[in-house]
C-alpha cells in the first residue's frame, strides 16, 4: 500500500512549456484533488475529482487541465508553463462521505518555470 | 467566503512544554475541520479530524477541540518534544463543499527546543 504517489519530485520548465504532474493512489478512494502551495499564501485547489470521469474547478484552476479516466489516476497538465507556475504542488486523495473523511496527501512536486 | 486564519505565525518552545495552537475560521458552516503536520519538504499528514457535530478528538499527546458557534478550534500538545517541530495546519471543509475542497490556513510553525 504506497497510498498517494506523485512524479516527477522536481522539475524545471521553460516558460511556455507543457508537462504533466502525475498522482496515483491504491486506496480505492473517489476523491482527489490538486493543490498548490506558495509561501505566504497557504495550499490553494486548483482542480478536484469526486469519481472517475468527474473533475471540478477550485479556486485557482486557471492554467490548469485535470481529467480522472481511472479511480486510480489524476493527471495535472500545465497547458503553458507561466513563472507564476512556480509552486510546490500536492495531490490528495479521501475515502467516500461519512466519519472516515481523511485526506492523504503526497509528498509533493516542486515546479520551478524559468 | 471561508477565511481560515492561524495564530501564531511561528512559535517556539522548550522541550516539555504544553502549547495551544489556534485557528479560526469566518463561516461557521462547516462540515468537519482537520489538523495536519508538514515537515520540511514533505506533503501534509493528517492528525486529526473533528466533524461539526463533535467538540473535541484525541490522538496520544494531542488534543483538539472544536467551538463552531465562536469560529475557533485548538490543536493542544502535551509534553512536547523537539520531534514535534513542523508546521502545523489546520483545514475546513465547509457544508455544500465536496471532500476534495478543504480551506486552509497558512500554518503555525512549532519549533520545540531541547
Not at chain 1, 478536484?48 to 481511472?70: C, F, H, K, L, M
Not at chain 2, 485557528?23 to 475541520?33: G, K, M, Q, V
Not at chain 2, 513542523?86 to 519549533?111: D, E, H, M, P
Amino acid at each position: 500500500n504506497a497510498g498517494v504517489t506523485q512524479t516527477p519530485k522536481f522539475q524545471v520548465l521553460k516558460t511556455g512549456q507543457s508537462m504533466t504532474l502525475q498522482c496515483a493512489q491504491d486506496m480505492n478512494h473517489e476523491y482527489m484533488s490538486w493543490y498548490r502551495q506558495d509561501p505566504g499564501m497557504g495550499l490553494r485547489l486548483i482542480h478536484y475529482s469526486v469519481g472517475a470521469g468527474i473533475t471540478d474547478q477550485g479556486e485557482v484552476p486557471n492554467g490548469y487541465n485535470v481529467s480522472r479516466s481511472t479511480t486510480e489516476d489524476f493527471p495535472l497538465r500545465l497547458l503553458s508553463a507561466a513563472p507564476s507556475q512556480t509552486s510546490v504542488y500536492f495531490c490528495a486523495s479521501a475515502d467516500r462521505p461519512g466519519a472516515q473523511e481523511t485526506q492523504y496527501f503526497g509528498p509533493g512536486t516542486r515546479l520551478l518555470v524559468l | 467566503k471561508q477565511e481560515v486564519t492561524q495564530i501564531p505565525a511561528a512559535l517556539s518552545v522548550p522541550e516539555g512544554e504544553n502549547l495551544v495552537l489556534n485557528c479560526s475560521f469566518t463561516d461557521s458552516a462547516i462540515y468537519n475541520l482537520q489538523w495536519f503536520r508538514q515537515d520540511p519538504g514533505k506533503g501534509l499528514t493528517s492528525l486529526l479530524l473533528i466533524q461539526s457535530s463533535q467538540r473535541e478528538q484525541t490522538s496520544g499527546r494531542l488534543n483538539a477541540s472544536l467551538d463552531k458557534s465562536s469560529g475557533r478550534s485548538t490543536l493542544y500538545i502535551a509534553a512536547s518534544q523537539p520531534g514535534d517541530s513542523a508546521t502545523y495546519l489546520c483545514a475546513v471543509r465547509n457544508y455544500g463543499g465536496s471532500q476534495g475542497n478543504l480551506i486552509f490556513g497558512k500554518g503555525t510553525k512549532l519549533s520545540v527546543k531541547p
